[in-house]
């Protein structure tokens, strides 16, 4: 008993470390209806890919699997989406070998197939509008979501490049996109990941109000029942 008191006394630490960082203020989006939007599921993929995919994976989703949920021909798929080297029913794992990713960065990219389930969508879209420059980090960014993060703002050329101002916010300039585009751009890549992270989601609620009015009528018959069983009952 002595030596689990001492064990839970230890984790405490952990636990607190765990459950700090910056307060992530939600961001209004509906990220249940934005996986009803196909195309901006599809531009994701496609932003993910182009920006990401190289030093990430999504290694528990198949790209066949993910052609089908986002409408996207195979044909397409192969051409637009896949590396040359990859077949439509691989796992979709990134480019870099873990142990060449671990040297170049100081630790391996992680996954990102659940990093919405884990950290939610909001954080995951704070985070992406969260970079800014910052000379002394090896990739010249930091990050005020998760500071002295260990990567390169890879959407910089979309953005432009980030200075945080004294009062926190975040100006971008000299970007291909205007601010609203890039917020677009941002909002499709949580939502692919965020379909990633539950490929299932729409169906799951979908079928969650059949179980809930399935449950309602079988109280009601639950409930005549136990008025007839008990009614002699005195």
């Not at 290694?59 to 996207?72: K, M, N, P, T, W």
């Not at 630790?107 to 884990?118: E, G, I, K, N, Q």
């Not at 729409?202 to 029942?225: D, H, Q």
């Amino acid at each position: 008993m002595k030596k689990l008191l001492i064990a839970l006394f230890a984790l405490v630490p952990s636990l607190v470390l765990a459950a700090g960082g910056p307060k992530i203020e939600p961001t209004g989006i509906d990220w249940t209806e934005q996986l009803k939007d196909q195309e901006s599921l599809q531009r994701g993929l496609g932003y993910f890919q182009q920006y990401c995919a190289a030093c990430h994976s999504t290694q528990y989703q198949r790209y066949g699997r993910v052609a089908e949920d986002l409408g996207i021909s195979v044909d397409e798929m192969r051409a637009n989406y896949i590396p040359t080297d990859a077949k439509i029913g691989e796992l979709m794992e990134n480019a870099i070998p873990e142990k060449d990713a671990a040297k170049w960065f100081g630790a391996a990219p992680p996954d990102l197939t659940m990093v919405s389930r884990v950290r939610g969508e909001d954080w995951v879209y704070t985070y992406l509008n969260s970079f800014y420059q910052d000379p002394s980090r090896p990739f010249g960014a930091n990050n005020t979501v998760f500071p002295m993060v260990g990567m390169p703002h890879v959407l910089e050329e979309l953005q432009g490049v980030p200075l945080l101002q004294e009062d926190g916010t975040i100006v971008a300039t000299g970007g291909q996109l205007t601010p609203e585009e890039y917020q677009q751009v941002v909002k499709d890549l949580t939502a692919f990941l965020a379909y990633s992270a539950e490929p299932v989601r729409l169906e799951r609620e979908r079928l969650g109000y059949w179980v809930l009015g399935f449950l309602f009528i079988f109280f009601i018959f639950a409930f005549l029942l136990k008025k007839e069983y008990w009614k002699d009952v005195h």
